[in-house]
């Protein structure tokens, strides 16, 4: 997402990192390079105006820290205003967790989502069921959007995905009234009525958070800020979410603007950051609008929702990786016991392909190899233009799949005729599962390696071998290494991974 910005600062930091201090004329002309970078991603030009000015503000006369080289000292303060920029608090010793989906009882607490049409409103609806679920909590999404039956029909697949696909106690109810879609734009107030009946049918079932999927129109306009802003003053919902694609760029920024203004919305949910788009909308849409991010969507399956951090975007645009968040997702993932076997095995080399099949499968739920590996420091820029491929890792598993238990255990013994079975089982052929028995010893040895190694060093050497992987191979195994040791030293990696700068005082 944030690629060619990323790219841009990071080029200016290290020009910078020749000079003995900061002076007038080469923050201005690094200043140059920034706005002209960020132009280009789209952002708005006046937050990228702002943005620059504040920096050189920062910047200009002030003595380097003697322990610092220049480029640091403006990783820091650039730091510092990308936080503010994205929402967050730079003075702030520890950053206030980002505010959740209030808690009512009795309930339901009453969400209602809009935006433009293709924005993600309905898929947002199931993420956000979905992650609520997780939580135990019960949710009923309604379909407010008459526009059409599919869109009624869509809302409620989504619905059922969230209750079949995704694990946790509570349940996902549907609330719809398809027939209705004839009636709308004939008769005013259906998306009001609809949204009335759903609210009796959530308190009736006692659910704890009701989520309104609204209609979206392909531009802003009057009839739908009408519609809106009946439901919104019916219903008085506890929170307003905008849907933004942030494909769109400064389009969404503008059309954001007119939705805030028009239904006062407490917080942006930014869909499509797993595209490969420059970023304008992210690092504009807060300032131009006032209303922060709150969560992000990455992918299309209904898990992949992110809460929004500002200092940790902030940290990732920088190159400085987002260990913290990938913590968080392995500990969703791991339990403590299985984390410490993992590695007591590693450490003596003893982990075998059913160890490996177990951690494979751990990690694709956690997300694609090339985002987890993205958020490991100084990794993310080394691997962006590596065309990681998943489907590799499908065959991978595929091949483990067709060996037995015992080979699993000891994959040395498997010998030609077994090869060109597995291959047929798996439908690859022998010298891949030569290859990837081969490679597996090696990896053993390289684990055992690295069971005396230090946090750094893995991570440097999960580089290593994401690169390695990139041709094909064993596709992204390096990054498993580093990631079994992440449960253990997860708090460790909290104070140390994405670090704190004090402000330091201008002179
Ligand atoms: N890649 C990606 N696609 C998304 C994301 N959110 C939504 N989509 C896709 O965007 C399209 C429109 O989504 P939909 O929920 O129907 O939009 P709505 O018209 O606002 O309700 C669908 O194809 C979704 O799968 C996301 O975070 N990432
Ligand atoms: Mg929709």
């Known amino acids: ?23 007038e004329s080469n923050v201005r002309e690094a200043m140059d390079e920034v706005r002209s970078a960020l132009l280009e991603a789209d952002v708005h030009f006046e937050v990228a105006e702002s943005f620059c000015k504040k920096i050189m503000e920062d910047a200009v006369g002030r003595e380097v820290t003697k322990s610092l080289k220049p480029g640091q000292e403006m990783i820091g303060i ?12 730079p003075d702030a010793e520890q950053q206030a967790p980002p505010p959740g989906i209030m808690k009512l009882s009795p309930g339901p607490t009453v969400i209602m989502m809009c935006g433009l049409q293709g924005s993600g409103k309905t898929t947002t609806c199931g993420k956000l069921a979905g992650m609520l679920k997780k939580q135990g909590r019960s949710v009923m999404l309604a379909a407010a959007d008459l526009q059409r039956p599919a869109a009624v029909e869509q809302l409620e697949t989504v619905a059922n995905q969230a209750n079949t696909e995704l694990s946790g106690g509570s349940q996902v109810h549907f609330y719809g009234e398809p027939d209705k879609c004839a009636e709308y734009g004939k008769a005013v107030g259906v998306a009001v009525k609809i949204c009335q009946n759903a609210l009796k049918a959530a308190r009736e079932k006692g659910v704890d958070v009701l989520i309104l999927d609204t209609a979206g129109r392909l531009h802003v306009n009057d009839e739908l800020m009408g519609e809106l802003r009946g439901v919104r ?12 694609d942030a494909m769109t760029g400064q389009d969404a920024v503008n059309s954001a603007k007119a939705f805030h203004e028009q239904l006062a919305v407490d917080g942006v949910i930014l869909t499509k950051f797993d595209s490969d788009t420059r970023g304008g909308a992210a690092l504009s849409v807060k300032e131009v609008t006032g209303a922060p ?25 920088l190159g400085m990786g987002d260990v913290v968040s990938l913590v968080e997702k392995a500990q969703q993932e791991v339990t403590e016991e299985d984390a410490k076997a993992l590695e007591a095995k590693m450490a003596k080399g ?5 160890d490996f099949l177990k951690q494979m499968k751990m990690m694709r739920r956690m997300g694609s190899m090339k985002s987890l590996l993205g958020m490991l420091p100084g990794v993310g820029s080394a691997i962006k233009d590596l065309d990681i491929d998943e489907k590799e890792l499908d065959r991978t598993e595929a091949m483990i799949q067709s060996m037995t238990m015992e080979e699993r255990k000891k994959p040395g013994v498997i010998k030609h005729t077994r090869k060109q079975r597995i291959a047929k089982g798996s439908g690859t052929d022998p010298n891949q599962v030569g290859k990837l028995t081969k490679q597996f010893g090696m990896m053993q040895k390289m684990m055992k390696a690295m069971g005396g190694m230090g946090a750094g060093s893995k991570a440097a050497m999960a580089q290593q071998m994401a690169g390695a992987a990139g041709g094909g191979g064993m596709g992204g195994m390096g990054g498993l290494g580093a990631l079994a040791g992440l449960r253990k030293s997860g708090t460790k990696a909290k104070k140390s991974g994405v670090k704190k700068r004090k402000p330091k005082k201008r002179r």
């Open 1 to 23: 997402m944030f690629d060619r910005v990323s790219d841009s600062l990071n080029g200016v930091f290290k020009k910078l990192s020749g000079n003995s201090a900061i002076s």
């Open 78 to 89: 650039v730091h510092r205003r990308l936080v503010e920029l994205f929402g967050g608090d």
């Open 233 to 244: 003053s019916m219903l008085q919902p506890h929170h307003v979410f905008l849907v933004v």
């Open 293 to 317: 991010i709150r969560y992000i969507g990455v992918g299309e399956k209904l898990d992949a929702i992110e809460a929004f951090h500002p200092e940790r975007m902030a940290g990732r645009i």
């Open 350 to 354: 003893e982990l075998d392909m059913n």
